[in-house]
């Protein structure tokens, strides 16, 4: 069955993303790798190609770009090595695919989408994970190349702040038992897809979070918390804190509300962020339904994203509405 229409929706993630932080030429750079990414799954579909193909092709391209939390770029760990989680759904068959913790695979949603097709299995993870990509022949590349002089710098930051909690008397109790940065404690990617078929897809690639614990695993690739898809309902990549997206079981809790409640996807993924945030998460999420209706709500200051629809223009933003400078009258 062709489907009248058909698109994609990225993010490039969510978090305390300020205007004053960034300045116009970088603002720039992400702008224009947002719109590549978007074109680069865009004409696939136009071409008639698969959701999944989309998918893969749209993160690559920030996975290899240094300015995202995925691949080339990623944030680094405790440790100061840089481990890489992904997934990817198919919203067809719902059959699904991941790892965790990988050092050396250059794209690592491209791994995940073979654990889909080739193997019995959801996840893959570590070591485990790499051996496979071994025998299916991909470049295996230094962990050196994730790297950045920023990650660098930001989790030397983060180590900084670590210290601090313990030598105040007075440090307000938290959840969070690690310091991380909070300018760039995101910037995970991910796309969701639907195509002339029908078929919705979504996947998502991070290096977690600055400063994890190592061997510490977010949401991004558990199928059900920051990666869902079903034809039926709608398909949809998260970024945020990643415990709490774990816990509240988001991405499935967006799907569910609209299967059982019969919620459109913008109450849906409203409510979803409400019952997130109730546990003290932050982030957002990107989401595509099958009628292509598209979403990109958080509850962060701001989140790297954009659209691209038939019919409709491209869109990429950054800030959240409230941060936009008021309209001169
Ligand atoms: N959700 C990711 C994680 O917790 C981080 C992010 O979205 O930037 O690993």
């Not at 799954?41 to 993160?59: H, K």
């Not at 983060?158 to 910037?187: C, H, I, S």
């Not at 309902?233 to 804190?241: E, P």
Request: proline share 4%; net charge positive; with cysteine.
């Amino acid at each position: 069955m062709q489907s009248t229409t058909y698109g994609l929706v990225i993010h490039g993630g969510a978090g305390v993303i300020l205007r004053k932080d960034l300045t116009p030429a970088l603002e720039a750079r992400y702008r224009a790798k947002l719109t590549e990414s978007l074109a680069t799954g865009y004409e696939m579909l136009e071409r008639g190609g698969a959701s999944l193909d989309a998918v893969v092709a749209a993160i690559k391209v920030m996975e290899d770009s240094p300015l995202f939390n995925a691949g080339h770029g990623a944030v680094m760990n405790a440790e100061g090595v840089c481990e890489l989680d992904a997934s990817i759904m198919d919203g067809r068959t719902l059959e699904a695919g991941a790892v965790a913790g990988l050092q050396h695979i250059r794209n690592p949603i491209a791994l995940a989408r073979d654990v889909l097709e080739r193997t019995p299995h959801i996840m893959l993870i570590g070591d485990g994970a790499e051996a496979f990509a071994r025998q299916l022949g991909y470049e295996f590349v230094p962990n050196a190349y994730f790297q950045t002089e920023r990650r660098r710098r930001q989790l030397a930051l983060a180590r900084k702040l670590e210290k601090r909690p313990a030598g105040r008397p007075k440090a307000r109790p938290t959840r969070v038992t690690f310091a991380t940065v909070d300018d760039n404690k995101y910037g995970t990617v991910g796309c969701a897809a639907l195509d002339r078929h029908g078929n919705l897809a979504a996947g998502t690639s991070t290096g977690g979070m600055t400063n994890k614990q190592y061997g510490r695993v977010g949401d991004s690739p558990i199928i059900g918390a920051g990666t869902y898809a079903k034809n039926a309902t709608c398909a949809l990549s998260a970024t945020g804190h990643g415990e709490f997206f774990i816990r509240s079981v988001f991405g499935h809790n967006v799907s569910a509300l609209m299967e059982y409640k019969g919620l459109a996807l913008a109450p849906a993924a409203a409510e979803a962020i409400r019952q997130m945030a109730r546990l003290g998460g932050t982030g957002g999420l990107v989401a595509i339904d099958r009628h292509g209706n598209v979403v990109m709500p958080f509850n962060t200051p701001g989140m790297y994203r954009g659209s691209r629809v038939a019919g409709r223009a491209l869109s990429v933003e950054i800030f959240g509405a409230a941060r936009k400078p008021p309209a001169s009258r």
